[in-house]
């Protein structure tokens, strides 16, 4: 499959750790597409989502100034 694909994956990957508030790891989160989905690059998915998950706080910071009459916490989690 495609980059593009693993970006959603990825993205898909990132939305289920947050929505859910579980304990799981990104590894494990990640397992769970394993099945469906074995050709994907699971090197480049774990990367992106431990890139997002390791400069969340920076991130947030980044779109702050862009929000009118927002906060961070009112935004969806997909946002």
Not at 7 to 28: G, M, N, S, W
Not at 37 to 53: A, E, P, Q, R
């Amino acid at each position: 499959m495609s980059r593009k694909d693993a970006r959603v994956q990825a993205f898909q990957t990132l939305f289920q750790l947050e929505i859910k508030e579980t304990d799981l790891t990104i590894q494990e989160a990640i397992e769970f597409i394993k099945d469906d989905h074995s050709d994907l690059d699971f090197d480049f998915i774990y990367w992106l989502v431990t890139g997002v998950k390791d400069h969340q706080i920076v991130l947030d910071e980044t779109i702050k100034p862009h929000l009118k009459d927002w906060s961070i916490d009112r935004l969806l989690k997909s946002d």
